[in-house]
């Protein structure tokens, strides 16, 4: 009887399909993923982290900068390592931390967002009568 059983279990395993690289598969997948990881998520943070530094340790009285909560000011002071005093509107200061401070505004670009509003010449000419009013009643009383 125990030679018909190793027969039949010899049998059985000829009729098994054979598993091939399926382990060296699963050990590769692994580490791509942390390569993926790291050039998609950790790598861009730490870019922008080092930006962000750089920036808060530049900054300085007199610079116009925007706070995180879009707050945006006048650097008029500094209030030790780690604060600064800014000026939201005229004599109207707020002190903030260096680490509140999300980004630096160029003057520059500022006043060439602002819109044109004399750009239609039919405009121009509106103002101009309306003026000639202004100045027709000023001479009249």
Known sequence: M????????????????ASTGGGILSFALLPLMLVAMYFLIIRPNSKKRKAQQSLQSALGVGDE????????????GEDGPTRFWLEIDEDVQVRIARGGISGRLDPDAVDSEKPDTATDPADDEVRDVENSADEAADQDS
Do not use: H, K, N, R
């Not at 125990?2 to 399909?17: K, R, V, W």
């Open 2 to 17: 125990t030679i018909l059983t190793f027969l039949a279990s010899a049998g059985a395993d000829a009729t098994e399909p």
């Open 65 to 76: 900068v925007i706070t995180t909560a879009g707050i945006i000011g006048t650097i008029t």
